[in-house]
T-cell receptor, first 114, second 112 residues
Framework: GAGVSQTPSNKVTEKGKYVELRCDPI?????LYWYRQSLGQGPEFLIYFQGTGAADDSGLPNDRFFAVRPEGSVSTLKIQRTERGDSAVYLC????????????FGPGTRLTVL | SQELEQSPQSLIVQEGKNLTINCTSS?????LYWYKQKYGEGLIFLMMLQKGGEEKSHEKITAKLDEKKQQSSLHITASQPSHAGIYLC????????????FGQGTTLQVKP
């Protein structure tokens, strides 16, 4: 079956601009996770959804970052007033929703802020 | 806050050799995951360990979780070039969240 998909695969933007990153989870997965990964580091947790609601958003670095999952499937990560330090690979994962549960990752979106 | 330390940071082995990667936490783990990542790609799930003393194997890769659930090891037998990549351990520090904390990764090169 289809895995987690993320679009776009690459995004280049200018400092101060707004960006949206999209994640399509595996069909039937109720939990969805966002992480970001800087070069040479492991993924860093941002937020996770159980259904439509954010179950844990403790990893969002500041109020420029926001994520939604209005229908409990596709999720969008929104970054306002981008800064050069936001440049990273943004990874999305989904799982069936149990705790603990195996998370399956998408290929990521590489964001570059110039 | 919980941290996961992986060792070694990088490893170069000759094809056919065995190797071990370690992942250590200062706190009890509730679910320990091993993933593999190729450069520029997403994470591929390898194995999940939950119980103290648990051991799982898939093909030539074996993962173990110690009895205290604070340390895990990943062992590859008779390494092949296809095993090359970045190995990441991830874990939950609590039973009531899906949030995972990851180690910094171990880069493995296998020389033919």
């Amino acid at each position: 079956g289809a895995g987690v998909s993320q679009t776009p695969s690459n995004k280049v933007t200018e400092k101060g601009k707004y960006v949206e990153l999209r994640c399509d989870p595996i069909s039937g997965h109720t939990a969805l996770y966002w992480y970001r990964q800087s070069l040479g580091q492991g993924p860093e947790f941002l937020i996770y959804f159980q259904g439509t609601g954010a179950a844990d958003d403790s990893g969002l670095p500041n109020d420029r970052f926001f994520a939604v999952r209005p229908e409990g499937s596709v999720s969008t990560l929104k970054i306002q007033r981008t800064e050069r330090g936001d440049s990273a690979v943004y990874l999305c994962a989904s799982s069936l929703g149990g705790l603990p549960d195996t998370q399956y990752f998408g290929p990521g979106t590489r964001l570059t802020v110039l | 806050s919980q941290e996961l330390e992986q060792s070694p940071q990088s490893l170069i082995v000759q094809e056919g050799k065995n190797l071990t990667i370690n992942c250590t936490s200062s706190k009890t783990l509730y679910g320990l995951y091993w993933y593999k990542q190729k450069y520029g790609e997403g994470l591929i799930f390898l194995m999940m360990l939950q119980k103290g003393g648990e051991e799982k194997s898939h093909e030539k890769i074996t993962a173990k979780l110690d009895e205290k659930k604070q340390q895990s090891s990943l062992h590859i037998t008779a390494s092949q070039p296809s095993h090359a990549g970045i190995y990441l351990c991830g874990a939950s520090g609590s039973s009531n969240t899906g949030k995972l904390i990851f180690g910094q990764g171990t880069t493995l090169q296998v020389k033919p």
